[in-house]
């Protein structure tokens, strides 16, 4: 069992940076695969990064490749998304995600977090 709490979500100006967090309960963090995923209203919900278990592998979303940087302590059982020069359109319901494989399938991802909200003003 894994509980994800995430935080740092906000209001930010167009061309603008965040970092979300999202800090995971257990000894077994390590043993994950993270993700994170987002929903805006009126939409499903879409892959944004994803990193594997010792970091050595990510991937991202074509719409937020060379914007957005994935990383993991897992001494701090802690996963964040860096989010650089942010767009309106980048405005969602940022979820963290945990599977025991990597995946950008959502439906494949046994444990969530609660959701955070970043809104990007134009």
């Known amino acids: 069992q894994v509980q994800l709490v995430e935080s740092g979500g906000g209001l930010v100006q167009a061309g603008g940076s965040l970092r979300l967090s999202c800090a995971a309960s257990g000894r077994t963090f390590s043993s994950y695969n993270m993700a994170w995923f987002r929903q805006a209203p009126g939409r499903e919900r879409e892959f944004v990064a994803t990193i594997s278990k010792s970091s050595s592998t990510t991937s991202y979303a074509d719409s937020v490749k060379g914007r957005f940087t994935i990383s993991r302590d897992n001494a701090k059982n802690t996963v964040y998304l860096q989010m650089n020069s942010l767009k309106p359109e980048d405005s969602a319901v940022y979820y963290c995600?945990?599977?025991?494989?990597?995946?950008?399938?959502?439906?494949?991802?046994?444990?969530w977090g609660q959701g955070a909200q970043v809104t990007v003003s134009s």
């Open positions: 995600a945990a599977a025991p494989f990597p995946t950008h399938l959502s439906r494949l991802y046994a444990y």
